[in-house]
């Protein structure tokens, strides 16, 4: 059952003057990702062939992503009538696929696939919890607070999946670190580049990982703050087992924080030096 509908938005408070055009990108971009759930069920439906709970409950967790791709779609629709949301989307749809006929995770296990899942679900919750902080657009800043909240019962909802996978399983400390550190370097794989691509960018313009990637982390990390940080890497120990707080956590976070800003920067200076591109945005 889903925790709140886009129907009951109050898209009428929607305010043009206070959309800041450096969001719009990261939003559109994320709408594509976001709407291609079910893809993501059908696969965790078969990698949990013999699960029927687990499967139910990702049918569920499956429509709540589509309803975020909706609502940030149509969200990016009024900050840019002249975009095509179903548009987008059907080029991303054909260009970025997921193995829907999988019965076996590609983490090696199921508890790995759900420390995988945890680690999106780490990601995402704290992605629209720093553009809710960010945006003083009151609808947008309206479904993000929403959809972090969803975000953050989807990290739960695989964590206690996952905790009953790790007793049969047994997968070490080591393998649930190596797992949950491989998820996390993917983001700077093509599903956010080539969603950056399809959402922002004429179809006649080749796909370019790098540029797209540039283009799409140097705003989105922009939006987060330090807190955005600690929090997930409160997250990221409790899906590896270790305390979520405490000074290991903490150095972890001041670490990361470090890092993202460098990563950020890189990236900046990577999308400003492509002007062409930028202006193509
Ligand atoms: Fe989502
Ligand atoms: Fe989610």
Request: glycine content about 0%.
């Given at each position: 059952m889903k925790h709140w509908r886009m129907e009951e938005m109050a898209w009428d408070r929607f305010d043009p003057a206070k959309v800041d055009p450096e969001l719009v990108p990261s939003i559109k971009a994320a709408a594509m990702v976001e709407r291609n759930g079910l893809d993501y069920a059908a696969y965790l439906n078969g990698v949990f062939a013999d699960d029927p709970d687990f499967r139910q409950a990702a049918d569920n967790w499956a429509l709540e992503e589509v309803q975020h791709g909706d609502a940030l779609g149509k969200w990016a629709s009024l900050a840019d009538?002249?975009?095509?949301y179903a548009a987008a989307f059907a080029r991303y749809r054909a260009g970025y696929k997921i193995n829907t006929e999988a019965d076996a995770s590609v983490r090696g296990s199921r508890c790995g696939e759900l420390i995988a899942r945890c680690m999106v679900e780490t990601g995402t919750s704290s992605f629209y919890t720093a553009v809710a902080d960010a945006t003083d657009e009151p609808v947008l800043q309206a479904i993000c607070r929403q959809i972090a909240a969803d975000e953050f019962r989807h990290f739960k909802l695989f964590y206690d999946h996952m905790r009953r996978y790790l007793g049969r399983e047994n997968l070490s400390f080591l393998q649930r670190l190596r797992i949950a550190a491989g998820r996390v370097s993917?983001?700077?794989?093509?599903e956010l580049a080539f969603a950056y691509h399809c959402a922002?960018?004429?179809?006649e313009l080749a796909f370019s990982h790098q540029d797209c990637l540039a283009a799409y982390l140097s705003r989105a990390i922009s939006f987060y703050r330090y807190r955005h940080i600690e929090r997930s890497m409160g997250m990221i120990f409790k899906a590896v087992g270790l305390?979520?707080?405490g000074r290991l956590s903490g150095l972890s976070a001041r670490l990361a924080w470090r890092f993202v800003q460098r990563r950020q920067r890189r990236f900046a200076a990577r999308a400003g030096s492509r002007q062409e591109f930028a202006l193509a945005a």
């Open positions: 009538p002249s975009w095509d993917e983001t700077e794989d093509d922002n960018l004429p179809p305390p979520p707080r």
